[in-house]
């Protein structure tokens, strides 16, 4: 079947030639994976978080392997948003793909500004403001964990993006996500991406250490599919902008998951790893999938969960 | 420069080494040999079983031991739960294989070369003696614990003049510490080169003789690795000034693609 699908985002909707995106952290600038696949061929790229200037990140050990997942403290490490626009961006297919630039920054002064760069930049499709990195001390997800810096953040980027969609990608380490959803629905949000990682740990009982140098990271992985699921669910039918669906997407039949209780499109990260071709043969399995099932219409079968 | 693919490869053998010692620890996995255009020795490649179902997700990363017309390959010791269970493949098998991944080992035919390795850390010398144009100008001083028939070293000293240092007991490790002091010291008056493979503590040991002795040294390093094509950022080590992109120089670099051979001087193992 035709596989794409428009992201309905105010006045400037994203058109995917199909819902499978890459999540950011998973798939560094796209250029990595040029050798393992026609990038032409996804639905989007979702870019490794930018800061407005270089972070070291964290200490190592900064990931490990976990029973159907992987824990990570990565921490934001990256150029810089100059060192994108300049050697990575230009690199990238993005006239034939929406390239997204996930953005990170300590407050929302900051967070404007990385806005305001990146809505200069042609090549950018959309903006997706991290508001929930469990590994960063200054701000990441303390902003994601209460309503009103959430929406602070929100009201900044969008202030600064111009044009660009604006997605604010939710953390599961809240009380409650459909609060989190609504209060950045009403700051301007033009999507939802849904969702970060777990927060999480592993310890080795006979060095006595943890797995990771920053003690607690990230949880992803087919792990947490579940929560993701859950999450998705709950947040589509709380709000009227679209949602995009993360969360230890392994097989075409997860994709179908997302879109089934609610998503519009999905990411997909730690299965990137699993080989560096997953999400090429992932699109070309959903496009099987779809034929087999007889799908053939994205907003007939979009939450279309019988519950 | 070269081209990485992401190839299905079937099986051949999987041998066990050193039996004798009681449970087998140590194998030489044979595939198929992929479909690729150059390699050198110092490549690794990405290796993770296709019947491995979702609970370990990651692929493993494995020096590449050797490359000849019908097959690939690579030696491993059993270390970890990934590591188990590849020690459980069959004949017949398929095995999902990406690369030769990262950069190679200096190769200078008329250079005094050096090979120091630690353990299972012999591995890729075994495809860098075999494709060196001068073997006459190599030697290797190679560290073990466990006893010398768990390593594939009979194919390294078939080729090339190689000793070996079994470490039995403590006092042992010691010895081996002053005797890569005095090779190394003997290599930088002949201004050669020092090429190192083994466990992190052993290529301490390596770097802080080599910048004492001044010695050209060479270290391959091993860490955890998601995705090994940079883009997971897992694998990073720490640069010095002398990283030769001053944008990188005391930063961080990913193992994978800027390595996993990096000059002793350039990198520092000096976590901050």
């Known amino acids: ?307 | 420069m070269h081209t990485s693919a992401c190839t299905e490869l079937k099986v051949l053998d999987l041998v066990p080494f050193g039996l004798t010692s009681g449970e087998a620890r140590f194998y030489a996995l044979r595939l198929e040999r992929p479909d690729w255009g150059t390699w050198a020795p110092g490549q690794f490649v990405m290796l993770r079983p296709a019947g491995w179902a979702l609970d370990m997700l990651w692929a493993r990363p494995f020096s590449i031991c050797r490359v000849s017309r019908r097959d690939l390959v690579i030696f491993f010791q059993v270390v970890g739960r990934g590591t188990r269970r590849l020690a459980e493949l069959h004949a017949g098998d398929t095995v999902h294989v990406w690369g030769p991944l990262g950069n190679s080992f200096a190769v200078e035919p008329d250079t005094p070369t050096l090979l120091l390795a630690g353990g299972i850390g012999i591995a890729p010398f075994i495809g860098y003696v075999h494709e060196h144009p001068k073997p006459w100008n190599v030697w290797m001083d190679f560290g073990h614990r466990m006893p010398l028939g768990c390593y594939p070293f009979d194919s390294i000293s078939d080729r090339i003049m190689a000793d070996t240092h079994m470490e039995e007991c403590p006092e042992d490790l010691q010895k081996f510490i002053d005797l890569l002091g005095s090779r190394m010291a003997e290599f930088a008056e002949k201004q050669g080169l020092v090429l190192a493979c083994g466990p992190t503590p052993f290529l301490k040991t390596v770097r802080d003789l080599a910048l004492h002795h001044g010695v050209r040294t060479q270290l391959s390093l091993e860490t955890r690795m998601a995705c090994g094509v940079g883009a997971c950022l897992g694998c990073v080590c720490r640069t010095t000034e002398k990283w030769p992109d001053p944008a990188k120089a005391e930063g961080r670099v990913q193992t994978c693609t800027s390595g996993p051979i990096f000059w002793a001087d350039q990198i520092t193992f000096d976590e901050a």
């Open chain 1, 1 to 307: 079947m035709d596989l794409s699908v428009t992201i309905p985002g105010g006045l400037h909707p994203l058109a995917l030639r199909n819902p499978v995106l890459t999540a950011s952290g998973t798939f560094g600038y796209g250029v990595e994976f040029e050798p393992y696949g026609d990038l032409t061929a996804l639905g989007g790229i979702v870019v490794k978080g930018l800061s407005l200037k270089p972070r070291l990140g964290n200490p190592m050990p900064r990931v490990a392997e976990t029973p159907c997942g992987m824990l990570n403290a990565v921490g934001l490490q990256n150029d810089g948003v100059e060192c994108f626009i300049n050697e990575k961006l230009p690199r990238l297919p993005w006239r034939e793909l929406p390239v997204i630039a996930n953005i990170y920054a300590c407050d929302p002064g900051e967070f404007g500004e990385l806005a305001a760069v990146l809505a200069a930049e042609e090549g950018v499709a959309a903006l997706e403001v991290n508001i929930s990195c469990p590994n960063v001390k200054e701000g990441g997800i303390l902003f994601g964990q209460d309503a009103r810096q959430a929406a602070r953040v929100t009201e900044a980027v969008k202030m600064r993006a111009g044009a660009k969609p604006v997605i604010v990608k939710l953390s599961p380490n809240v009380t409650d996500i459909v609060t989190m959803a609504r209060a950045v629905e009403d700051a301007g949000a033009d999507m939802l991406s849904c969702i970060n990682t777990l927060s999480g740990m592993g310890v080795d009982i006979r060095t006595r250490r943890p797995l990771l140098a920053n003690v607690i990271g990230g949880l992803s992985g087919p792990a947490i599919k579940p929560v993701a699921l859950r999450c998705v669910w709950q947040v589509s039918r709380a709000v009227s902008i679209p949602v995009i669906g993360i969360g230890g997407i392994a097989s075409a039949e997860d994709v179908l998951e997302f879109i089934l209780v609610g998503a519009h499109a999905v990411q997909v990260g730690t299965a990137n790893f699993m080989r560096p071709d997953f999400a090429f043969r992932l699109v070309d399995e959903l496009n099987e999938l779809c034929d087999r099932m007889g799908i053939t219409d994205w907003d007939a079968f979009r939450g279309s969960l019988k519950a």
